[in-house]
């Protein structure tokens, strides 16, 4: 059974810092491709990070130079290291694996002083 749990989330002042992680359980997790998306409130779910299963990376445009993706194979586990929030990154956040077709429950970011 595939399964994604994101954890990380929370409450942060704009300007700081939080680092979201998902460990996944049940897959070919060296084999996959990785995403976090988005979703604010009244908006569509959008990709904000994705890594391959050889290391490579894209962002969209609003976070590059301000979050960088990462995965540890040995661990299940893909991260989301988030600098310089602002208040427009507010949103919950979601792990995707591609090669299964599987989102977790999401965790919740909030940027606001």
């Known amino acids: 059974q595939v399964q994604l749990v994101e954890s990380g989330g929370g409450l942060v002042q704009p300007g700081g810092s939080l680092r979201l992680s998902c460990v996944a359980s049940?897959?070919?997790?060296?084999?996959?491709?990785m995403g976090w998306y988005r979703q604010a409130p009244g908006k569509q779910r959008d990709l904000v990070a994705h890594?391959?299963?050889?290391?490579?990376?894209n962002y969209v445009d609003s976070v590059k130079g301000r979050f960088t993706i990462s995965r540890d194979n040995a661990k299940k586990t893909v991260y989301l290291q988030m600098n310089s929030l602002k208040p427009e990154d507010t949103a919950v956040y979601y792990c995707?694996?591609?090669?299964?077709?599987?989102w977790g429950q999401g965790t919740q970011v909030t940027v606001s002083s």
């Open positions: 890594i391959t299963s050889d290391g490579r990376t």
């Open positions: 049940g897959t070919m997790f060296s084999l996959d491709a």
């Open positions: 995707h694996s591609l090669l299964h077709g599987r």
